[in-house]
């Protein structure tokens, strides 16, 4: 089928929304689909050739986090172009309610629709000034898909009607096979732990880490914290304590090859984060690369640990239960080990094989609805009858 996927972040910088529509639109064109995908980006960007940019986006504050997104009549005008040329024969928004082009064509677009909602906000101004505006086009949407249930709460109680679950999906394979790095394999005396994202940005939980590093290092003097993300490192760590700068190695951005290796050689990989997550695909990742995970409690990361039995948690934002937890796995390797080959069983639940047939489930059910109620429109009847355009 045709399918066209459109992001709402710009493609310039890393993120889970990007990863996500990124990693469906290559299975399924792995598996003979056209898919074609619409995203913010910058003009040098260098974009996966079904990637159409809709332009340079704009940095603004949303959920808690720095976004980039895009909106206004010329904005518009490129999704219009995008929408006529590509006769699709499903229109998949992510984020729909997200101030940017996926707002744009939910608003321009007709036939078979599918929104998945990604975010975990509960409460939300943007939200509640937006709804009325957009509220007639929201009701075109004929299949809602959310990555979690934290995701699904935000759909009910701020949009209205309901949603499939259907979690985000990671390329399995590709941690678990990826080679371990000499340079982050830690050993019993100077064991290495990772935490990845945004340096800069609160919520992700470096802070955290940070204030529990102390108690960590009396424990443990020889522990190296690797940090890879982007920031400035000279402006995350003022204030920090001479003892906890020295014992963290900033990456920097790192590729997704190098990301899969740094998962692969630690010893426990940290998820600090403070709030505003509706799911985690982080942990999947790390989890599929066969290291412990040790993050806060969550509710989102809890439903990803199955509750604590393929990962160890901590208390959200109490630096001394980080120190604790992370202090007691690493002076156990057996619990670290149970821990990460359960994760990494878990893990298998959140492939691409199993999460994009759910996705084409979803699909094929609204084209179905679509043809049933419009039995004119003869191209959604080809498609249905596997006839290719």
Same mark, same amino acid.
Request: charged share 20%; net charge negative; proline share 7%.
């Given at each position: $089928? !045709? ?41 040098? /960007? ?9 332009? !340079? ?14 909106? %206004? ?30 707002? &744009?064509?939910?608003? *321009? ?22 709804? =009325? ?18 995701? !699904? ?30 340079? #982050? ?19 992700? %939980? ?14 443990? =003097? ?6 890879? %993300?982007? %920031? ?7 204030? #920090? ?5 020295? *014992? ?25 984060? /403070? ?11 790390? $989890? ?24 160890? $948690? ?25 821990? *990460? ?10 492939? #691409? ?7 084409? *489930? ?16 003869? !191209?959604?009847?080809?498609? &249905? ?5």
């Amino acid at each position: $089928m !045709r399918v066209g996927i459109v992001c709402p972040y710009s493609f310039d910088v890393p993120g889970g929304v990007q990863f996500h529509v990124r990693d469906l639109a290559e299975h399924l064109i792995g598996q003979g689909h056209e898919v074609s995908v619409l995203a913010p980006a910058d003009s040098e /960007t260098e974009l996966p050739p079904y990637v159409t940019s809709a332009g !340079r986006a704009t940095a603004v504050r949303y959920n808690g986090s720095v976004a980039r997104l895009n909106f %206004g009549p010329v904005t518009a005008s490129k999704v219009g172009r995008w929408l006529d040329h590509g006769e699709f024969d499903v229109l998949h928004l992510h984020e729909p309610v997200t101030p940017s082009v996926s707002v &744009l064509a939910l608003m *321009a677009a007709d036939g078979p629709i599918v929104a998945t909602f990604h975010t975990s906000m509960l409460r939300s101004r943007t939200m509640q000034t937006a709804y =009325p505006i957009i509220r007639p086009s929201l009701e075109k949407i004929a299949g809602r898909i959310a990555v979690s249930e934290d995701a !699904r709460r935000t759909v009910t109680t701020h949009v209205g009607g309901d949603a499939v679950v259907i979690p985000n999906g990671v390329y399995v394979d590709r941690f678990a096979s990826a080679p371990r790095r000499s340079a #982050w394999i830690g050993t019993p005396t100077a064991p290495t732990i990772a935490f990845l994202g945004r340096m800069g940005e609160p919520r992700k %939980g470096l802070p955290v880490l940070a204030a529990a590093l102390p108690a960590i290092l009396e424990a443990v =003097p020889g522990i190296r914290v690797l940090v890879a %993300g982007p %920031g400035d490192p000279d402006e995350v760590t003022e204030g #920090w304590p001479s003892a906890v700068v020295e *014992a963290c190695e900033f990456l920097g951005a790192i590729s997704d090859a190098d990301k899969a290796s740094l998962l692969a050689s630690v010893d426990v990989y940290v998820a600090p984060n /403070t709030g505003g997550e509706s799911f985690g695909i982080i942990l999947i990742e790390a $989890m599929s690369a066969g290291v412990c995970v040790l993050a806060s409690d969550l509710s989102a990361f809890s439903r990803v640990l199955d509750g604590g039995s393929a990962g160890a $948690m901590f208390a959200n934002e109490q630096p001394d239960d980080l120190a604790r937890a992370l202090v007691d796995l690493l002076r156990s390797p057996e619990r670290r080990a149970a821990l *990460a080959g359960a994760g990494q069983q878990r893990a298998r639940i959140f492939d #691409w094989s199993v999460v994009a047939d759910k996705i084409l *489930a979803v699909y094929e059910t609204v084209i179905e609805g679509r043809a049933a109620a419009t039995p004119s429109q003869g !191209r959604w009847n080809r498609f &249905l009858r596997g006839g290719a355009r």
